[in-house]
C-alpha cells in the first residue's frame, strides 16, 4: 500500500480515527507520520514517537532515564536466553530471541486479545484464488485431529462420523483441477 499523504512511498503506518461515530483510515509512510506528528501526538509529548505508540498499546506509561531507575521492582521478568526484560520489550517493540515468546506469555495474551479482536492464535488471511482447495485440506486436517481425540476417548462412533466426513471431503478435494489445488 502507498502512502495517503506523498503517494511515493510505502505505507508504514495504519491508523484508525472514530470521531463521532465516522471511522476513517489512514495509511501513511514514516517519513510523512513524522511531519503530520500533530495528527498523532499523544497527551504530553512533543511528537510522533513509536515508542509512544507502543507503550500505548501495552499500556505502560513511556519513562524518561531518570524515572527509570526511581521505579525499578526489585524483581524483573527477565528472558534466561538473552536477559531482555518485558520493559525493554516495550521500549524497543521487538523481543530478542524466540525464547522471549514463553518468557513473557502471560503478558503477551491479554495485549494480542486487544489487539485482534479476542483471538490469541494467529490464523493469517488465505489468498481468494487457492482459498477453495486449501480450505478443504485445513478443515480435513482438523477433522483428522478431532477423530484421533475421540479414538483416545474411546468414542468409536463419533469417530466413524468425523472418518465418513473426511471421505467425503478427500472426494470433493480430488475433483478439483490440478491447477486450483
Same mark, same amino acid.
Given at each position: ?83 531482555? =526484560? ?7 517493540? +521487538?523481543? @530478542?530471541? #524466540? ?7 502471560? *503478558? %503477551? ?10 483471538? =490469541? ?7 481468494? +484464488?487457492? @482459498?477453495? #482447495? ?7 486436517? *482438523? %477433522? ?38
Amino acid at each position: 500500500m502507498i502512502c495517503q499523504e506523498c503517494n511515493q512511498r510505502p505505507a508504514t503506518f495504519h491508523f484508525t480515527k472514530v470521531i463521532n461515530g465516522e471511522k476513517t483510515e489512514v495509511h501513511i509512510c514514516e517519513h510523512c507520520a513524522q511531519e503530520k506528528s500533530e495528527m498523532f501526538m499523544f497527551p504530553g509529548t512533543s511528537g510522533f514517537s513509536i515508542d509512544n505508540l507502543l507503550a500505548g498499546l501495552l499500556q505502560f506509561e513511556p519513562l524518561t532515564g531518570s524515572q527509570q531507575h526511581a521505579f525499578q521492582k526489585n524483581e524483573v521478568l527477565q528472558c534466561e536466553n538473552c536477559k531482555m =526484560t518485558f520493559q525493554q520489550f516495550a521500549k524497543v517493540g +521487538r523481543f @530478542g530471541c #524466540s525464547q522471549c515468546y514463553p518468557t513473557f506469555e502471560k *503478558q %503477551l495474551t491479554p495485549i494480542l486479545k486487544r489487539l485482534h479482536s479476542g483471538n =490469541t492464535h494467529h490464523t493469517g488471511k488465505i489468498p481468494k +484464488r487457492i @482459498g477453495g #482447495s486449501f480450505h478443504i485440506r485445513k478443515e480435513i486436517e *482438523q %477433522l483428522k485431529q478431532k477423530m484421533q481425540e475421540y479414538i483416545s476417548l474411546e468414542e468409536f462412533e463419533k469417530a466413524a462420523d468425523v472418518r465418513d466426513h473426511v471421505r467425503d471431503l478427500e472426494k470433493k478435494l480430488s475433483g478439483y483441477k490440478e491447477g486450483e489445488v
